[in-house]
């Protein structure tokens, strides 16, 4: 598989750009392949790329604190699997998925690091299947920017749409644990 | 001028009114024939429901059932059986294996008498003189008048003596722990069966007879009580006598105690309520209120959806009791002011109290009555319509069964999925309920739209 420009277009942060910008996103992007059980992103590290995810499953997962029989222990949570419909990935997942599998015909993740230096990930990513995916360099996505501003404004704009969206998911989280708490402490 | 014409209006007024209600009651008629059909229908169906259950009772499975649960609770029946069986088996082995020995040995020993087979012994005096042998052998009698004489029967005579002993050893073992086990279980243990949905009472208090005799009045209410209190068994013998409907059991024990609560099933229990206890107090003593806060605690910490009702006398307790989670508490003093504050300003209200509650004829008096599932989901008006008009009652309100607080409730389906998740399994993990204790709650006359679900059960006036 190589990389064109209706496989950039496929990604919803890209999906409203004009099939030339896309292909130029398209020479810059490094084209790589895993197998499953490879990490893609590390929860904590910083990081100036954004990976592009064409073909395959992932999950991710975070680290939390959790009380489990012999004390408090870390533990990895998973919270979601991403997979690819256009195509579809090549074989079945590893693991029995236990978290909820949302599919897109490509997806891009880490992609914060578009809008910030040293963005830091926020959560594991982990492949589960065959992957083939490709790597945006912020510096290299700032140069097609800079050349063509009109290609920003589109791309910030996702970008920015699903910042908020998270953002209402984590008030609304905060407000679910804040709950928990008033109902463990009036216990 | 004026006197004159104020009866008129009267007439008038009344007239309308009166022409209101005929409308009212067409209409309500009209308007439930099919809804109280529908509901005497699926009231019916419930009943036929229940019939049928009763009758896919097989007195045979029923038995047989008993049997088996007989097998596993009794070590000594267990081991006796499993005793039994293996002589069996090792009797047959060797009637197989030495059945020249044994076959010729009968012969000679019984002559004609008893014999299964005509011409000679047949495999069945056999079998049974091996057994005679298998048993003589085992209890070590050992009478000498038959023994294996082949090395093989000799070998297999070994091994049944070995495997004899081993049976001998774990039935005397077995019988020992039994006996052990009795003398240190002190009283006999009550029958888990019967004891599901029943009331246990802990303490003792002289409104307890009277409260039995109104239970026992109910024909709806569970018949089994437990008595948990260290009163003299004889006083409450005579407390007790003359209940025909109530299975009243006591146990003497101390009912602060978490094993004691356990033996009477408090798990299984509709309802658990605390008495002040008067047990071996002088009359002019007063009983221990930090007991009943302490048996409140010790049962919630059982199990969190045990219905605890706890009387009590002083008020300093009820913010305990409520700390204790206590689903109802029942503080008599708390009327007390009321009731003479009403003989002042409303003559009256405190006599239709004492009729209310004090009402014990039968089917008379405010009640609660379970309202027919065709009914539910409909308006209050509608309900009360119902009621009026099939049976002649009043609908006062409802009493309804619900949790204070539920946290499942309150985050419903925002923030992220994982968040919530988390959030649950770790206060189940942690043992604590997602919602708060179920209480029950009045609606006294509420609207006409009021909407009444499965939660609710109606306040009937009859």
């Not at chain 1, 590290?45 to 997962?61: K, P, R």
């Not at chain 2, 356990?262 to 008495?275: H, P, R, V």
């Not at chain 2, 959806?305 to 009590?312: L, M, N, T």
């Not at chain 2, 309150?410 to 993990?429: A, K, V, W």
Request: some cysteine.
């Amino acid at each position: 598989m190589s990389i064109d420009a209706k496989q950039i277009k496929k990604i919803n942060y890209f999906s409203k750009l004009p099939e030339d910008m896309c292909a130029k996103i398209a020479k810059v992007v490094e084209q790589k392949k895993c197998g499953p059980k490879t990490r893609l992103l590390e929860e904590g590290d910083t990081g100036d790329t954004m990976i592009l995810v064409f073909q395959g499953q992932v999950e991710v997962s975070k680290n939390m604190m959790v009380k489990a029989a012999s004390g408090f222990t870390m533990s990895r949570k998973s919270i979601i699997r991403l997979e690819t419909t256009d195509p579809a990935p090549s074989m079945d997942p590893i693991t029995e998925p236990n978290v909820a599998v949302v599919q897109a015909p490509a997806f891009g993740i880490g992609e914060f690091s578009l809008v910030l230096d040293d963005a830091i990930r926020t959560a594991h990513v982990d492949s589960t299947t065959d992957v083939e995916y490709g790597i945006l360099k912020l510096d290299d996505f700032s140069t097609i920017v800079d050349e063509n501003p009109s290609i920003g404004s589109p791309v910030y704009f996702e970008v920015a749409k699903a910042a908020v969206s998270n953002l209402a998911t984590a008030s609304k989280d905060i407000s679910n644990l804040t709950q928990a708490f008033f109902f463990i402490l009036t216990r | 001028m004026q006197t004159d014409k104020q009866p008129q209006e009267e007439t008038t007024s009344f007239g309308k009114i009166e022409e209101a209600i005929q409308v009212n009651q067409t209409l309500y008629d009209r308007l439930h024939e099919s809804l109280v059909e529908e509901a005497v229908t699926t009231v019916e169906e419930e009943k036929n429901v229940q019939h049928y259950k009763d009758y896919k009772k097989n007195p045979v499975v029923e038995y047989l059932i008993r049997l088996k649960q007989f097998y596993q609770a009794n070590d000594l029946f267990r081991y006796a059986l499993w005793s039994f069986g293996l002589m069996i088996l090792s009797t047959g082995i060797l009637t197989i294996v030495e059945y020249d020995l044994f076959s010729g040995d009968v012969a000679d020993d019984i002559g004609d008498t008893f014999k299964f087979g005509d011409d000679g012994p047949n495999w069945i005096d056999t079998f049974f003189h091996a057994f005679w042998w298998s048993v003589v052998t085992f209890t070590t009698v050992g009478y000498g008048d038959v023994s294996p004489a082949t090395h093989i029967g000799k070998l297999l005579t070994i091994i049944i003596m070995l495997l004899n002993f081993g049976i001998v050893t774990l039935l005397g073992g077995a019988v020992a722990s039994v006996l052990v086990a009795a003398r240190l279980k002190g009283d006999d243990k009550l029958d888990e069966n019967k004891f599901h949905g029943h009331m246990i009472i802990a303490g003792w208090h002289p409104a307890i007879q009277s409260t039995l005799r109104l239970i026992e009045a109910n024909k709806d209410a569970n018949p089994i009580v437990v008595l948990i209190n260290e009163t003299e068994g004889e006083i409450i013998k005579r407390a007790v006598s003359g209940f025909e409907r109530l299975d009243v059991t006591h146990l003497s024990e101390n009912y602060t105690q978490e094993a004691v609560l356990k033996d009477a099933f408090i798990e299984e229990c509709g309802t658990f309520m605390i008495m002040p206890d008067y047990s071996g107090l002088l009359p002019n003593e007063h009983p221990d209120e930090d007991k009943t806060v302490l048996t409140a605690l010790t049962a919630k910490s059982i199990s969190d959806g045990i219905q605890v009702v706890a009387y009590i006398l002083d008020d300093e307790y009820i913010s305990h009791l409520k700390r204790a989670n206590v689903n109802e508490i029942v503080f008599p003093d708390e009327h007390i002011p009321h009731m003479l504050a009403k003989h002042v300003t409303d003559p009256g209200v405190p006599q239709l109290f004492d009729e209310l509650i004090t009402q014990e004829e039968q089917d008379k008096g405010i009640q609660v009555v379970s309202i027919p599932k065709g009914l539910m989901g409909l308006t209050h008006n509608k309900i009360s319509a119902y009621y009026k008009f099939k049976h002649q009652w009043l609908l006062v309100g409802y009493a309804i069964r619900k949790a204070g607080f539920s946290l499942e409730d309150q985050m419903g389906d925002s923030g992220s999925p994982f968040i919530r998740n988390m959030i649950t399994e770790q206060l189940d993990s942690a043992g604590i309920k997602l919602s708060s204790d179920e209480h029950v709650i009045v609606e006294i006359n509420p609207s006409d739209n009021y909407v009444v679900d499965n939660k609710h059960r109606a306040l009937v006036l009859r």
